[in-house]
């Protein structure tokens, strides 16, 4: 399905954040975690590692492992030792995390250039700051129309057919969607329903694509 104007689109509203509750161990695991891996990046094994950062090698490993919070000084010793900033251990306990709630028939309903032939969309999510797009939509489509546009943009497309009876093109193929059926291809080939045999239809589309760096 083609991308839809993002300048006619609101972002779906979300619930204002709640206080983070942090489990116990969460931020030792994830600081140990990201040692690891930057050991294992430069090839060192644990008691090469403790050396360099004038530690033993036993409580290097419970650092990898999460099963005890380093002071600043030894993280400080062990970004020197990994060649790494010390803030580069905090980086994955960070980062942001996304949870899109969108409660039954309360999807964004937004326009896009097949709600002309009687298509319906409405965004039931989205992703914010990753290098990877993901656009979940539901359709539906109710009226009987011979008038279909062909849709071409980037990324990758799955439709899941959920009611109703479609024959559905994709470039010089054609294929007939009923309940259950999917499809799953490069959305740049020309794409769309080409009969409608049962109304409604509804399906699922969930669109993937690389999210341009600005």
């Known amino acids: 399905m083609n991308k839809p104007d993002k300048s006619k689109v609101s972002k779906p509203t979300k619930s204002k954040p709640q206080r983070r509750t942090v489990p116990v161990g969460e931020l030792e695991r994830s600081i140990g975690s990201q040692v690891r891996l930057f050991r294992q990046q430069l090839k060192l094994t644990v008691s090469e590692a403790a050396e360099s950062a004038d530690l033993s090698p036993g409580m290097l490993s419970k650092i990898e492992n999460g099963n005890i919070s380093p002071s600043l000084a030894t993280l400080n010793s062990l970004s020197m030792a ?4 010390v803030t580069a251990f905090f980086r994955k306990y960070e980062e942001q995390r996304d949870c899109a709630y969108v409660p039954a028939n309360q999807g964004l309903v937004i326009e ?63 294929f007939s969607l009923s309940p259950g059926d999917s499809l799953c291809f490069d959305s740049d080939g020309p794409h769309g329903p080409e009969e409608l045999l049962k109304l409604p239809v509804v399906l699922i589309s969930v669109i993937v694509s690389s999210r341009l760096e600005t």
């Open 112 to 174: 896009r250039q097949g709600t002309r032939a009687g298509h319906q969309y409405q965004l039931l999510g989205h992703t914010i700051g990753k290098k990877l797009s993901v656009e979940p939509y539901l359709i539906t489509i109710n009226e009987k129309t011979d008038v279909f546009p062909l849709f071409q943009h980037d990324g990758i497309e799955f439709i899941y057919m959920l009611k109703g009876k479609a024959i559905y093109r994709y470039a010089d193929q054609t």
């Open 82 to 85: 990994l060649n790494v900033p």
